[in-house]
C-alpha cells in the first residue's frame, strides 16, 4: 500500500518571519487585552475576545494561502510517486488558492472549494475485440422500483432513466458495442414513479457460441479462432446485475429469433396498481371496473397524446380484478387493481385509477364509465386529475415462444436484495402503524351534548368518541383533496380530438414552413 502523501508548507525565510511576527503580535495583544479588562464590563471582554479570534482567523488564512508543496513517497512497488498522483493515480489537478483546479482535458466530479461544480470523471473502457464473438438475439426479463428514476426510457434531459443505466451496463461489461448497432426494442414505456416486474427488452448481445438459436453469425473466422469458451453462454443476468444499481434487476433471459421484437410480439400486458382500502366501497368498483372490459375508445381515459402521432384510441382490455393482497383491519388492507390487455394508451391505468377512486368513495355513480366510453355523448373529456403514478406496476409481458431461463444463484442474489429493501420498508410501515393505533387510545377532553367541554379532568380515548377515520388513500389522487365534490359532467372540458389534431396539423405546417 502506498504511503500517505504528506503536505509541507513551502515559504520564503521573510514569509516566515511575517507570519512569526503576526503570531507574536496577537499574542503580546491578548496578554495586554486581558490586563487591561480587569473590572471592566461583561461586555467589554466579549468585544475584546471577538476581536482576538479575528486577528487569529486573519493569521490562520494566512497561513493557508501559502503555497502547498508535496513531499515525495514510495509508491506501491516502492518507486517514489510524482505530484500528478497526489489525488489517486491518473490525477490531473494543481493546487490554487481557491482549491482544487482541473487541468484542461480531464474532468472530474465533485465540487471545488470555491464551490463550483466540476465534470464528471470519465473511466476509459479497455479496447475489445468484438470481431472474435459473434452476436445472438436475446430477450432481458427486468424488474425494477421506479420510485426515485425519470420512467423507463431514455431522455435528453437527465440520465436517471432505466433505460440509461441498462445501456451503461451493457457497453460497461462489453455485451454490445452501442445502442445504435444492438438492434433494440422495449416492451412498454413505464412513466416516472412507475415500477416493473415483469418488462422485457430485446437486442443482439456478444455470444460464446459458433451457432444456435438466435445466434448471428459472422462472415469471417474471428470467433472460430478465439480462444476460451465456445460452447457454454455468457450468464447475461450475472453480467449485469454486478453493475446495475439495486433498484434494477435482471431477472432471466431467452434466445429469440432474429426478427423478434419485445414491443410488437407482445401478445398481452398486465399492470397492478396498489391501493389501501380506507373508506372505499370495494364491491361497487368491482362493479364499476367491469365496464371497462372489452373494446373501447378510451380518450376519456387518458391523456391524447396527439403531438406524436397517436389519433386511434380503441384498446382492448381482456379483463380486470380488484383482489385483496393482505388481511388488515382499520382500513389498512392493501388491494391491487390488475387489468390485462394488449395495449395501453398514455395514462390510461393511472386515469381509470382515478375514476374508479371517485366511484369507490361514493362521488360518482359506476355509471359514469359507461358515459365516459359513450364517445358520442360524450366526445370531450371532463377535467379530472389522474391517480399517481408510484403505485403502478408493469406485472407481465406475455409472448409466444419466449422460455425464459433463471439461473439458482443469481435468482437467490437478486431475492436478497429485494428482501434487504423490503426489511427497510416494512420496518418504516410498522413504525407508521404503531404511531396510528397510539394516537387513536390518546385522551381528548370529553364533550358536552351542547358541544362544550366538561372540565380539564373529563378525558376520554380518542377513539370512543369517534368512528375510524378512513383516509388512508386521499393522497393517491392527484392534486389538492376536496371536501366538497363537483360532479365530472358538470366540469369544464378539454379539446375534442378533431380540434387536436386540427390545431396540431396547423403547427406542423408552420413549423415546415419555416425551416424552409
Request: one cysteine or more; hydrophobic letters at 30%; aromatic letters at 8%.
Amino acid at each position: 500500500m502506498a504511503a500517505p502523501t504528506q503536505h509541507v508548507f513551502s515559504a520564503t525565510d521573510s514569509e516566515i518571519k511575517k507570519l512569526d511576527g503576526m503570531e507574536t503580535s496577537v499574542r503580546t495583544s491578548d496578554q495586554q487585552e486581558i490586563s487591561q479588562n480587569d473590572g471592566k464590563s461583561k461586555q467589554d471582554l466579549l468585544d475584546t475576545i471577538q476581536k482576538l479570534q479575528g486577528q487569529l482567523t486573519a493569521l490562520q488564512k494566512a497561513q493557508e494561502s501559502m503555497p502547498v508543496k508535496t513531499s515525495l513517497s514510495a509508491g506501491q512497488d516502492g518507486n517514489p510517486s510524482s505530484s500528478q498522483d497526489q489525488e489517486g493515480a491518473g490525477s490531473s489537478k494543481k493546487r490554487t488558492a481557491q482549491g482544487w483546479e482541473q487541468i484542461e482535458g480531464t474532468s472530474f466530479s465533485g465540487l471545488r472549494s470555491d464551490g463550483k461544480k466540476k465534470g464528471k470523471k470519465v473511466k476509459k473502457l479497455k479496447t475489445f475485440d468484438f470481431t472474435r464473438y459473434n452476436k445472438r438475439h436475446v430477450a432481458l426479463l427486468i424488474a425494477y422500483l421506479g420510485w426515485d428514476y425519470h420512467g423507463f426510457a431514455s431522455q435528453i434531459t437527465t440520465e436517471n432513466t432505466i433505460e440509461a443505466h441498462l445501456f451503461d451496463g451493457l457497453i460497461k461489461t462489453r455485451l454490445i458495442e452501442s445502442r445504435e448497432t444492438s438492434n433494440y426494442s422495449r416492451c412498454g414505456r413505464t412513466d416516472k414513479g412507475v415500477s416493473a416486474f415483469g418488462q422485457v427488452i430485446a437486442l443482439d448481445l456478444r455470444s460464446n457460441l459458433l451457432e444456435g438459436h438466435g445466434v448471428i453469425q459472422r462472415s469471417d473466422n474471428g470467433p472460430s479462432e478465439r480462444p476460451g469458451e465456445k460452447n457454454v453462454e455468457i450468464d447475461y443476468p450475472r453480467y449485469l446485475n454486478r453493475v446495475l444499481p439495486e433498484q434494477i434487476r435482471v431477472l432471466a433471459w431467452s434466445p429469440v429469433n432474429v426478427n423478434f421484437s419485445a414491443r410488437f410480439d407482445c401478445r398481452h400486458r398486465t399492470y397492478k396498481y396498489f391501493f389501501p382500502k380506507g373508506d372505499l366501497d370495494i364491491e361497487i368498483m368491482q362493479e364499476a371496473a367491469q365496464k371497462l372490459v372489452g373494446q373501447h375508445d378510451f380518450r376519456n381515459l387518458c391523456k391524447m397524446d396527439v403531438a406524436n402521432g397517436v389519433v386511434n384510441f380503441v384498446r382492448r382490455i381482456l379483463d380486470v380484478e380488484i383482489s385483496p393482497v393482505d388481511e388488515r383491519p382499520g382500513g389498512y388492507q392493501m388491494y391491487t387493481f390488475q387489468v390485462r390487455g394488449q395495449a395501453f394508451l398514455y395514462h390510461q391505468v393511472r386515469c381509470m385509477m382515478a375514476i374508479l377512486f371517485l366511484i369507490g368513495q361514493h362521488r360518482e355513480k359506476p355509471e359514469i364509465l359507461d358515459r365516459l366510453l359513450d364517445i358520442e355523448k360524450q366526445p370531450c373529456k371532463p377535467q379530472y386529475s389522474m391517480a399517481v403514478d408510484y403505485p403502478l406496476v408493469l406485472y407481465n409481458c406475455e409472448f409466444d415462444g419466449v422460455n425464459w431461463m433463471y439461473d439458482k444463484d443469481e435468482l437467490e442474489v437478486n431475492m436478497k436484495k429485494l428482501q434487504t429493501m423490503w426489511c427497510n420498508y416494512a420496518i418504516k410501515a410498522s413504525t407508521l402503524t404503531t404511531m396510528l393505533n397510539d394516537l387513536v387510545k390518546r385522551p381528548i377532553p370529553c364533550q358536552a351534548k351542547d358541544n362544550t367541554s366538561q372540565g380539564e379532568s373529563d378525558v376520554t380515548p380518542w377513539s370512543s368518541t369517534n368512528s375510524p377515520l378512513l383516509k388512508q388513500n386521499a393522497s393517491l389522487i392527484m392534486g389538492t383533496y376536496h371536501k366538497t365534490h363537483k360532479p365530472l359532467l358538470e366540469r369544464p372540458v378539454a379539446d375534442s380530438l378533431e380540434d387536436r389534431i386540427k390545431h396540431y396539423s396547423k403547427k406542423f405546417k408552420m413549423d415546415d414552413s419555416a425551416n424552409t
